[in-house]
C-alpha cells in the first residue's frame, strides 16, 4: 500500500446519489466520479407496487423516470472505470 500525504485518501465508498472524490485504482488519479443511474430492483418492485394499488399503466412507468429509485453509478471520467455502485437494495 503507498501512502499519498498530499492527497487526502478517499475510502472507495460509501457511494451514494452524489459524486464522491476517490482514488481512482485503475489510473490512480484523485477524481470525482461520475454518477449515471440505472433502473434497479427497487424501480421493478415500485413499478409493481403501483400497479397493485390501481395506477393505470402510464403511472406505473413513473419510477422508471424517478433517478432516487434508481442504482448509481459511478464511473472514473478519466479512464471510465466502474469505482462502485450504490444499490437501492
Ligand atoms: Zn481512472
Not at 413513473?62 to 432516487?68: E, K
Given at each position: 500500500m503507498m501512502a499519498n500525504a498530499q492527497?487526502?485518501?478517499a475510502a472507495i465508498g460509501p457511494f451514494g446519489d452524489s459524486p464522491v472524490q476517490v482514488a481512482?485504482?485503475?489510473?490512480?488519479?484523485?477524481?470525482v466520479?461520475?454518477?449515471e443511474h440505472s433502473s434497479g430492483l427497487l424501480t421493478y418492485l415500485?413499478?409493481?407496487g403501483l400497479f397493485l394499488c390501481g395506477?393505470?399503466?402510464g403511472c406505473c412507468l413513473?419510477?422508471?423516470?424517478?433517478?432516487?429509485l434508481k442504482n448509481a453509478q459511478h464511473t472514473c471520467p478519466t479512464c471510465?472505470?466502474?469505482l462502485g455502485v450504490y444499490k437501492r437494495l
Open positions: 492527497v487526502p485518501v481512482c485504482p485503475n489510473c490512480h488519479q484523485t477524481v466520479s461520475k454518477v415500485f413499478c409493481g395506477f393505470v399503466l413513473i419510477p422508471f423516470c424517478v433517478d432516487r471510465k472505470t466502474l
